[in-house]
């Protein structure tokens, strides 16, 4: 087994415990994305108010993407 073969098995992996966190706990992942968003919000005083909130929207985009794959990939809500 080459160096890139299992490079690709641990990226697998990587994704399938990924996946398996985000179906568990994927409303606390999106929370914990809300509080820090609008924390850093605060402490900057809202003046990058709409990149953070762009921010905070793509990786709650990512997270639901993440909810709704199956573990090879394919997207069966489609």
Do not use: N
Not at 38 to 46: E, I, Q, R, S, Y
Not at 48 to 76: N, R, V
């Amino acid at each position: 087994m080459g160096i890139m073969d299992r490079l690709k098995g641990a990226k697998d992996t990587v994704v399938d415990k990924v996946g398996d966190a985000v179906d568990k706990h994927g409303d606390k992942i999106e929370s914990g994305i809300d509080k820090a968003a609008g924390f850093v919000d605060d402490k900057t005083g809202g003046k990058y108010h709409d990149k953070i909130e762009s921010a905070s929207g793509k990786a709650k985009e990512a997270i639901e993407k993440l909810e709704h794959d199956e573990p090879d990939g394919d997207d069966t809500s489609a």
